[in-house]
DNA sequence: ATAAAAACTGACCGTTCGGTCAGACTTCGC
DNA sequence: GCGAAGTCTGACCGAACGGTCAGTTTTTAT
């Protein structure tokens, strides 16, 4: 053949190749079956081969992981630190989360599982991933109280459920395969919690 | 010995035995150390015996999943079905539920592991827990909903986002191992979604 | 006391799976 | 064309685990 070989290129295309195939393989039969010779068999190559590109299990599955969640991560970090207000902010980040999943629905119903993902590999790991989306989105929850938009509550609590409340509808949306568009799905969680946590004053002026 | 053996009671005391150190272990050193060997060694017995309770490991961990659950799915159909309002209802489950995690502590670590551990045996078993819950949830929502106490939702994703929040806000609690009463996290999340599920109406009205 | 019945034991088996490595195969430089 | 360097292979290994059962111990009935 005449195209290269050996580049850090073409390592890294073939690196692709094994994380497709792992991925393919947890969304068309779970994570039980993804061992090592499987996701030989589904790449195309020996298993001996896996470990030319990968040290071991865990390490394949911590790059899956991270190549899956960089995009949403990024997405989500633009948004929180962004210039809009902490109600838009919260409407866009729901919006995100929702919208990520419906594009990439397969990829998704890994991340459902990441609980169960990053417990079989090296435990605290995703831990840190959730922190920061916690810790961004209370930040944000923090500065609405900060400029009187909110009324004064814990901000990490509330941010907690607010994700957790996300996960649900996107949870509810894989079960149910939702023909719901998402952004009734966003709207609603949006609603709920800013309506929430609208300060008594403007509770009592009224809403739109 | 002069003590009652072979009685459907004794037989039962030594299930209890099984089960409880089953719990010890997932509490001690988590999931993946509970095999039926170290499951038979924390209970002081052979592995075989184990064996003679329980058809095989996955009826040992559903028989533990069940006693420990069953209390507290019992309460909360308490409250579900109950007299009171819809508001009530709602801040009533959600004390219930952080209650219980608090009396529970060690208990709930393992719930927090449920999908997980319901994923390793057969599949959708804590599904219908869940939507049980879920459905019950909902029934109370579209309540207030007829009653005009809230205004217009999808009462099924409302019930899935109050579930998950609870669940959050639990989750917060172990690990910070927050020192919070538990009544005061109970009003967080009650508070947010009455005041997000409140009619126009009512907060035009203004709160209290 | 004794024998039948019941309960218990733990060595053993089969399977699964992560990881290894000696050798086969391919590519590259000359 | 040829040998060296790099790449790939899959048979093999050891560990872990769920489950079994022939044999041992304990309990019970007489």
Redesign the interface.
């Known amino acids: 053949m005449a195209s290269p070989k050996n580049t850090d290129l073409w390592n890294e295309f073939k690196r692709q190749g094994i994380q497709q195939a792992v991925i393919r393989l947890m969304c068309r039969e ?2 039980k079956s993804v061992t090592m010779e499987r996701v030989a068999q589904e790449t195309g190559i020996a298993k001996g081969t896996v470990y030319l590109h990968y040290r071991d299990k865990q390490e394949l599955l911590e790059a899956v992981k991270d190549s899956a969640l960089a995009p949403l991560t990024e997405k989500l970090h633009e948004i929180l630190v962004g210039a809009a207000s902490p109600e838009r902010k919260l409407r866009a980040l729901v919006l995100r989360y929702l919208t990520y999943f419906d594009e990439k629905r397969d990829l998704f119903r890994i991340l459902l ?1 990441e ?2 993902v990053t ?1 079989v590999m090296g435990e605290r790991y995703q831990t840190d991933r959730y922190r920061n989306l916690i810790d961004g989105t209370a930040r944000v929850i923090r500065d609405g109280v900060r400029k009187r938009v909110f009324r004064n ?2 901000a ?3 941010a ?2 607010f ?3 996300t ?3 996107m ?2 949306r894989l079960l149910d395969d939702s023909p719901r568009p998402v952004e009734d ?1 966003a709207e ?2 949006a ?8 300060p ?1 004053a403007a ?2 002026r ?2 739109a």
């Open positions: 779970g994570l599982y609980r169960e417990r509550v814990d990490r609590h509330v907690a459920m994700i957790e409340s996960v649900a509808l949870n509810q799905d609603l969680v609603d709920i919690f800013l309506a929430g946590l609208a008594v509770r009592r009224g809403a």
